[in-house]
């Protein structure tokens, strides 16, 4: 008994201690409900059975529910559009503000730090903003671009089933690009300046230099940015929410959205536990990858 | 071009840059401060005329913004002295050794952070049913929030402390303090504003939580702002000004802490990330 304490106090059990706790609390409220989520997903939960731990066996029911909604293909399609759409466009503005901040110029850390201010707002705000710049008769998004001439009668992105994806994923891209941005920065900051003087030398011009230095330097940190888009952009909930509520028609409905809806709208949570699982290996696969890859490059 | 003047183009363009990126919170400000004819003007009114400031006393007394607020600094106040409580520890441990263990622990740690919580909340709401948690919805919305962000504050601190030279924490044993008095008296004090900074970081994301609440908080007295927000958002909302008031006093305050903190949290949020 003393020794178990002394070693809590002096030894190794101080640390052992410390991990286990944190350890457990994590085991509790995210490694059991991962668990679990694939046993309701087996199981007819709805308000009646709700409050008992265990809920009547429907087999494979629910996933057969899921894969012959007439809503499964739209969504997969729209979550495939909304993903590959935020993380490319956030890439790309990402890593042009990150190249135009990185020449020495005064203020430049100043002005590039004033984006991250969108950064830290809550999804909701954000989304809430969105929701009236991109109002169909009174926003100001439909007024610039009718007086730049780019559009004749206002645009009613949210409530139009052609454009209510659209608006979230404009709403996405200005959340996003920030983040991106600044870890891209923290990339081009790590090049050694020697490189681009000896490239100068040789007389390699700019697109050159970025090219044949720039890119091949980043490519971890590009690999990297590009993974947490991906893994970010999965969890994006809040903005639809704000937008479109996925409507109308589930025209703006991505998986992790319809997941919410099938549990906390249609209070049928086996079906929602489906999409949970289903979706979840996907995210979990995709941080394997980016997991390893960052391990292999700096051994974590 | 001379340096001087390249130096000049290039600020004008970062400034303007940012000045369009920052619109739609310049927008947020203004629209606040309008009249309820003149958010519908045509063309749009891009300067505010004389300041309504009666919109934001509206949402002080009919829209119980206070409650609201209340109810988020109570859910983001949990959340961070859970995180920060569970969390630091287990940083700590995995910044001071690598091996085999270690890296089992960071990788697991690494896979939580990822979880969405959109996709969480199913299991996490069904099995606090069944144990009766719903009883006490912020208590419950603040327990599974908590699983969301300690990965991410034990990643943050993690790089804080292993900033900490360990010579130091060695020293101070060599001079007879037990592991737990060169934790608190050595450790501790040297990783303090990585620390800080995470747990700040945990704080504005407990304050904007919205997955859980929206899902867990039935109970309209115990919903944060960020529910109270949506609570605006009929199909014909018309009262935009009253909405940008209400985000606007909610946002502030984390804007605020975000200008005097930038390059701390800056720093702070590109060595967790990467690392």
């Known amino acids: 008994m003393t020794r178990i304490l002394r070693s809590l106090r002096d030894g190794i059990g101080f640390d052992v201690l410390l991990v286990i706790i944190a350890l457990s609390y994590l085991l509790v409220f995210a490694g059991l409900p991962l668990i ?6 087996f199981q007819t939960v709805d308000v009646f059975s709700l409050g008992t731990l265990w809920h009547p066996n429907a087999g494979f029911d629910n996933y057969r529910a899921i894969f012959d909604d007439p809503l499964a293909g739209r969504v997969l399609w729209q979550t495939i559009v909304f993903t590959l759409g935020s993380v490319a466009l956030q890439f790309t503005f990402g890593f042009a503000l990150a190249l135009f901040f990185h020449q020495n110029f005064t203020g430049a850390t100043w002005i590039r730090g004033l984006f991250l201010a969108a950064w830290v707002m809550p999804g909701l705000v954000v989304g809430v903003l969105w929701n009236w710049l991109l109002s169909g008769d009174f926003g100001v998004i439909n007024h610039l671009l009718e007086s730049l001439g780019l559009i004749e009668d206002p645009v009613f992105w949210r ?19 920030p983040f991106n941005m600044i870890l891209l920065a923290v990339g081009l900051a790590a090049i050694p300046g020697d490189l681009y003087e000896a490239a100068e030398l040789d007389g390699a011009n700019a697109f050159q ?9 980043m490519r971890a940190t590009i690999g990297a940015v590009l993974a947490l888009g991906i893994i970010f952009t999965l969890q994006q909930f809040d903005l639809f929410a704000a937008i479109t509520q996925g409507g109308p028609a589930g025209s703006s409905t991505v998986a992790q959205y319809w997941s919410w809806q099938l549990s906390f709208r249609e209070f049928d949570f086996g079906r929602g536990a489906v999409i949970s699982v289903l979706m979840i290996i996907v995210v979990l696969f995709v941080s394997l990858i980016y997991v390893r890859s960052t391990k292999a490059e700096t051994q974590l | 071009m001379s340096g001087a003047v390249t130096n000049r183009v290039l600020l004008a363009v970062a400034l303007a840059l940012a000045a369009v990126y920052l619109f739609p919170l310049y927008w947020m400000y203004v629209t606040s401060l309008k009249t309820q004819s003149s958010i519908f003007a045509v063309p749009p009114e891009f300067l505010p005329g004389a300041p309504q400031w009666d919109n934001y006393a509206t949402i002080w007394e009919v829209a119980n913004i206070l409650r609201y607020i209340g109810n988020s600094l109570v859910i983001a106040s949990g959340v961070t002295l859970i995180t920060a409580l569970v969390g630091s520890g287990c940083a700590y441990v995995l910044a001071r050794y690598r091996n085999g263990w270690i890296d089992a622990a960071l990788f697991a740690v690494l896979m939580l952070q990822v979880l969405p919580p959109s996709l969480m909340v199913t299991p996490i709401f069904v099995g606090f049913a069944s144990v009766g948690l719903l009883e006490y919805p912020r208590f419950a919305t603040i327990l599974a929030f908590s699983a969301k962000t300690m990965p991410f504050f034990v990643i943050l601190c993690r790089a804080a402390f292993m900033t900490v030279p360990r010579e130091l924490e060695e020293a101070a044993l060599v001079d007879g303090n037990s592991r737990i008095g060169a934790f608190f008296m050595i450790v501790l004090p040297l990783a303090r504003n990585g620390l800080l900074i995470s747990a700040l970081l945990v704080f504005m994301n407990g304050f904007g939580e919205y997955v859980y609440s929206a899902s867990i908080i039935a109970d309209n007295r115990l919903q944060p702002a960020s529910i109270g927000m949506t609570n605006f958002l009929q199909p014909n909302v018309v009262n935009w000004n009253a909405i940008m008031a209400f985000a606007a006093t909610y946002v502030t305050p984390i804007l605020a802490a975000f200008v005097l903190l930038q390059r701390q949290i800056v720093n702070g949020l590109t060595a967790g990330a990467l690392k």
């Open chain 1, 209 to 217: 230099r970025f090219w044949t230095i720039t890119l091949p330097m």
């Open chain 1, 36 to 41: 679990y989520n694939v046993i309701i997903s």
């Open chain 1, 159 to 177: 409530s139009n089933v052609e454009t209510s994806l659209y608006a979230v994923l404009i709403a996405n891209i200005w959340y996003g690009t």
